[in-house]
């Protein structure tokens, strides 16, 4: 017997708006005397107690985990959507056509996709793929526009970084056609069409200095605005 | 405090009436005073010691026991199972710059940790931790650290009104009508064991229990002023349910809101040691003490326990107390100031009332256990 | 009620309401000078019962040089809803408070006078509730600009 | 200008010298923006008499990121995405009531395996958000083992969101046309595992706190809501139902799959914030009770009825969807052009925007503890307000 029995929940039937409601009135709790109260209360206290004690004398039950140290069992479900990046085949080719489907879907403009026209075939193929992380919020809306399923969202999460900058990638490895226009080409026409890409190869944030060591590259018509914005890695684009 | 293992198993051996080292300190001051001014640097280095050990042991276990009470692991980090982790913190707190508030009252908001710690350190000194080590036995022992914890309530008074800070003087005042009102009740439950041993010293306390400690002698008058004094002083050390003076989500930390660094980490000691004080309180004079625990009659299991030197009785009591107090706080929510003041004025001091008066009607009858020795 | 019957009441007490074209639920439209009495009739009459104000908005009509207020009703007793909508003109926003009608009103025409800039006269405490008491200008405008705004690529 | 406009400043009068040497005198604090009870950055301007608080003005804002300005810039796929970030307890909710409007708007219809499948996660989404707020509650209240005793059952239910969604948090699962992702196969097994080990937690959750006697002494009877005021300051949610007023969209306006199970709507009688907190309680009973009955039933079918990248076309004219979450009615009106592909308006009907202004009527006169208490029991979500 406690101040409240939970069990006791009054179910009734009530209209509202027209509408025959099933309730259930939730307990209150009820009035005791003097000396009822502190017992009850006592008995309340001594409750609560147990149960703490039984939690203290279980070490089993611990759920924390000792994260950095626990890197090696840690499991990902299949799904988990953490860094983003393009998917190769057994090759080592992309599969992305360069469409800018993704882009397109993207809601904060974290993805950029620049094409170039194909030094080999000639037509446009994919030069840098673009991702900032540091806008990203994992929403899934690229891969899922992706009509070549080019694109996953990977089970990498450890992005801390000192610099904002290095969270901008860059995810092609090379730039170059996707692995189904290569099985058109030979051998030596593959090895010509593939610039290699490096990580970090991007363009600058939109309104930040270049990277050190890295040259900055320039996208055709933003010339202006990039030098026009303010050197600085505070910006309103946060 | 840490008695070499000989001395302590010659104490076992039946050395009770053996004099203490606060007795022979008397008896040398007699002689040579400059024996004297060594015994009492002596034992302020060695208590200050002894405080920050403890200390340190404290924060550490709470840390430790709050975690497991609620599924988690506590400080693994530093060192095996995070044992230097509060040595860690303490470098960390040292090291830490001291904030003055703009406007604040400079030289009492310097003091104010001091006050709460030494007062503390002020009780340390007359607990009689075994036979033989007692700093001071003073023969109004009680009455004494019901004055000195009292005390303490000041720094926490001048560190909140100081500061400069609405939370803080809310939680400071908070505070002194809460140990105010609490105080009452501690020591008429204190009193009720008192009026049975009836000597006001500590150490006669102590050895009117050798037949049995006071908790179960007294036909349930001992176990209500237990329990009282229990609740009144996790109330006056300001622990959960009752740390309403800190009210962490009401008032972002109370009276210690500005305070940073070494000054904090003196607040947070003095609670830490005010539990102990609590504890010590308690097994002196519900528990026995460091009296062994003896059964009537069971003369072999009275030796097996006398085996076990009375140091460890003694801190295995305090340590007992101490963490019923920190399993209070890692269940219960915590009171309303006016909630507060109800429970003490409206329950606690009727029932300490009427637990004092049947105690001194049982005094006076001698209808207790043992009325004879 | 359903939806036609209810826009039919409505225009049938209120003479100077006419069917708000274009919304998926039952809508009225009226003059911003007979809002606050068509809304306390609405509220207090048994026909209606509209108790509670569910949502205030506007919407800038930039072109039309025009702000739409929204007020969204709700009946805990029938269980039907209903819009009101009234213009106020966009170069001079000024529009009656309802907040003497329901209280939640209070709230929700702090929130339009910040991000749009009606001002609502009679509110008894018309500040800015998102942005800062000294910020220029009502982002929710059509044709607001500062110097953070992202055009998006 | 005709309509005087205030600014905070003005309101914040001097305090009036005291009187005599025995009167008192009144002072403003400042709780938050940073402050524990604040849960997020919300900050309250409380005038105070001693330990009495007098008048809590409440100042949002400092989350503002502008998502309705954001939305008129948006696809109609692209605003779910946002809808997460404003009642993040509730992300599911919050996407279901996009996707929903939407819907309506472009005049897609669905199929019950998405609807059921919806409800399914958007109760136990329920369940996740009030073991939270339980956890907090537990934490202002001085509590700090309920606290982590209720986020070691918000991330048993996050394992299984993680599972199906990928994402704990800000899920974006439920899109407009259907879900992003089919249930996994062990779903079912694994929910039911859930349900099982929940009820007897939640009934430890009454051992722990609802049967602790300080507990039920600070919520009685503390900041007692009156129906007709709430329907006034047009409350909704468990914060209305905790007055007696069964206004649950679930069974009045019944959506997704809830027309198919059997529940009861958990109401109080007397309105303080005792009302608020049980009702919360018992919710998550009935929750699991709705996931329960509507596991077996999951029929089969696609999980989304139109391609992911398919522009959703949606005709001129002003569309209203609304559906509860967690803490309320949550309402999506949107106004659209007929030719982009997004709105030119939305706006968000928060629940908890109009919760908070219940603050202010119901705090003046209790003391500042209490302040903490029906704060905590209002269950504010201070994103959703800001939006």
């Avoid at chain 1, 999460?157 to 030979?186: C, Q, S, T, W």
């Avoid at chain 2, 830490?96 to 400079?106: H, N, S, V, Y």
């Avoid at chain 2, 076990?308 to 009591?317: H, L, S």
């Avoid at chain 4, 606290?147 to 407009?176: C, D, H, K, S, V």
Wanted: hydrophobic share 45%; proline share 6%; with cysteine.
């Amino acid at each position: 017997m406690g101040a409240v029995d939970f069990s006791k929940v009054r179910l009734e039937q009530r209209t509202l708006a027209g509408v025959k409601i099933p309730v259930a009135v939730v307990p209150r709790i009820k009035k005791q005397s003097y000396l009822e109260k502190i017992l009850i209360a006592l008995k309340g206290l001594m409750k609560g107690m147990r149960l703490t004690f039984g939690y203290l004398i279980h070490p089993s039950r611990i759920v924390t985990q000792q994260y950095p140290e626990n890197r090696a069992t840690l499991k990902f479900p299949e799904r988990y959507r953490a860094n983003l990046k393009l998917i190769y085949d057994e090759n080592g080719y992309h599969l992305c056509g360069g469409c800018k489907m993704c882009e397109k879907a993207c809601p904060n403009a974290s993805i950029k996709v620049l094409n170039r026209k194909g030094p080999v075939t000639g037509k446009l193929e994919l030069d840098r793929y673009i991702w900032r992380m540091d806008s990203c919020t994992f929403c899934n809306l690229c891969v899922m526009a992706c009509p070549s399923d080019a694109l996953q969202m990977t089970h990498q999460f450890e992005n801390a970084v000192y610099d904002r900058r290095l969270l901008i990638y860059n995810l092609n490895r090379y730039a170059g056609p996707p692995a189904e226009a290569m099985a058109k080409l030979d051998e030596e026409a593959r090895k010509q069409a593939m610039e290699p890409r490096d990580v970090y190869g991007g363009p600058v944030p939109l309104n930040g200095e270049p990277l050190p060591n890295i040259p900055p590259i320039v996208i055709a018509g933003e010339e202006k605005a990039a030098s026009e914005t303010p050197p600085s890695t505070e910006g309103p684009a946060a | 405090m840490h008695e070499s293992v000989v001395t302590t198993w010659m104490m076992t051996a039946g050395a009770w009436q053996a004099k203490t080292w606060a007795e022979l300190a008397s008896d040398a001051l007699s002689q040579n005073i400059w024996l004297t001014v060594a015994y009492i640097a002596g034992g302020l280095i060695g208590s200050m010691t002894a405080v920050t050990i403890l200390g340190l042991a404290l924060i550490y276990a709470e840390r430790k026991i709050a975690g497991h009470f609620q599924c988690r692991l506590g400080p693994m980090r530093v060192g095996p199972h995070g044992i230097f982790q509060t040595l860690a913190d303490v470098v960390k707190l040292l090291m830490k710059e001291d904030i003055i508030p703009d406007r604040a009252d400079k030289a009492m908001h310097l003091l104010a940790p001091f006050l709460a710690m030494g007062a503390t350190m002020l009780v340390i000194a007359v607990i009689p931790y075994s036979p033989l080590l007692q700093l001071v036995d003073l023969n109004i022992g009680v009455l004494y650290v019901t004055a000195i914890s009292g005390f303490g309530v000041m720094g926490i008074l001048l560190g909140g009104w100081s500061s400069n800070n609405k939370w803080s003087l809310l939680g400071a005042m908070r505070s002194g009508a809460q140990i105010i009102s609490y105080e009452v009740s501690a020591t008429l439950a204190l009193m009720v064991v008192v009026l049975f041993a009836g000597t006001l010293s500590l150490r006669g306390i102590v050895e009117s229990q050798m037949d049995g400690w006071w908790i179960w002698r007294a036909h349930g008058v001992g176990i209500v002023a237990f329990i009282i004094y229990l609740i009144a002083s996790t109330a006056e050390i300001n622990r959960t349910p009752f740390d309403i003076p800190e009210g962490e989500s009401e008032l972002t930390g109370g009276f210690h809101t500005e305070y940073s660094g070494m000054r904090f980490s003196f607040f947070f000691l003095a609670e830490f040691l005010n539990m102990f004080v609590v504890g010590a309180m308690a097994a002196t004079l519900f528990l026995g003490g460091w009296m062994p625990f003896h059964l009537g009659g069971w003369e072999g299991f009275n030796n097996v326990m006398g085996l076990i030197p009375p140091i460890v009785w003694f801190y295995g009591k305090v340590f007992f107390i101490i963490f019923v107090i920190m399993w209070f706080r890692w269940t219960f929510p915590r009171l309303r100031v006016d909630q507060l003041m109800r429970l003490e004025w409206k329950v606690l001091l009727p029932i300490g009332f009427v637990n004092l008066l049947a105690a001194s009607v049982l005094v006076l009858t001698n209808l207790y256990f043992f009325p004879g020795n | 009620m359903d939806s036609a019957a209810l826009v039919e009441g409505i225009i049938r007490k209120h003479p100077g309401a006419q069917l708000r074209e274009g919304s998926d639920t039952p809508a009225v439209k009226v003059s911003a000078e007979v809002l606050v009495s068509v809304l306390e009739s609405l509220r207090d009459d048994p026909e209606f019962g509209f108790d509670m104000l569910f949502d205030h908005t506007a919407i800038d009509w930039m072109e039309q040089g025009r702000f739409e207020l929204i007020y969204r009703l709700f009946s805990t007793e029938q269980g039907h809803s209903a819009m009101v909508a009234a213009d106020v003109p966009r170069d001079n926003p000024v529009a009656p408070t309802v907040s003497g009608l329901w209280r939640s009103a209070l709230g929700l025409e702090r929130e339009v006078y910040d991000l749009l800039g009606v001002l609502y006269d009679g509110h008894p405490d018309l500040r800015r509730v998102f942005l800062e008491d000294d910020w220029k200008g009502h982002p929710l405008r059509k044709d607001y600009q500062d110097d953070y705004m992202l055009e998006r690529p | 200008m005709a309509v005087k406009v205030k600014t905070l400043e003005e309101l914040l009068k001097p305090p009036a010298e005291a009187a005599s040497a025995l009167s008192t005198q009144e002072y403003y604090v400042n709780m938050g923006p940073q402050h524990p009870i604040s849960h997020g950055s919300l900050r309250f301007v409380v005038r105070l008499d001693g330990e009495t608080a007098k008048e809590v003005m409440p100042v949002p804002g400092y989350v503002h990121r502008g998502i309705e300005k954001m939305c008129e810039h948006l696809s109609y796929r692209q605003m779910v995405h946002l809808s997460d970030r404003m009642d993040y307890f509730s992300a599911l909710m919050g996407n279901w009531a996009v996707s929903k409007t939407v819907e309506h708007a472009a005049g897609i219809e669905l199929n019950d395996r998405i609807e059921i499948i919806r409800t399914i996660m958007a109760e136990l989404q329920r369940v996740q958000s009030h073991v939270l707020w339980w956890a907090v509650l537990g934490m202002d209240m001085g509590a700090a083992t309920a606290f982590l005793y209720g986020f070691r059952e918000r991330e048993i239910i996050g394992e299984i969101f993680e599972e199906t969604i990928g994402a704990r948090l800000t899920m974006n699962y439920i899109q407009p046309g259907g879900v992003m992702y089919d249930i996994q196969p062990g779903f079912v097994a694994k929910v039911k595992k859930l349900i099982s080990y929940l009820r007897p937690v939640i009934d430890e959750y009454d051992t722990l706190l609802s049967g602790n006697v300080i507990l039920q002494e600070r919520l009685r009877n503390v900041g007692v809501l009156d129906p007709k005021l709430a329907l006034s300051m047009g409350c909704t949610g468990p914060v209305l139902r905790a007055s007696g007023v069964p206004l649950d969209l679930r069974k009045v306006q019944p959506y997704g799959a809830y027309a198919k199970a059997d529940f009861n709507v958990a109401v109080g009688s007397k309105g303080d914030s005792w009302d608020r907190y049980y009702v919360r309680v018992q919710e998550m009973r009935e929750s699991l009770r709705i996931v329960e009955q509507l596991l077996d039933g999951i029929p089969e079918g696609p999980h989304m009825v139109m391609k992911p990248a398919v522009r959703i076309k949606v005709p001129e004219g002003m569309f209203y969807g609304q559906l509860e979450t967690s803490r309320g009615i949550l309402g999506l009106t949107l106004v659209s052009d007929g030719k982009g592909a997004g709105p030119i308006r939305a706006h968000f009907r928060s629940p908890n925007y109009n919760n908070l202004w219940v603050i202010s009527a119901l705090a003046p006169g209790w003391r500042v503890a209490d302040t903490i208490a029906i704060l905590s029991s209002l269950d504010l979500v201070i994103p959703e307000i800001d939006r």
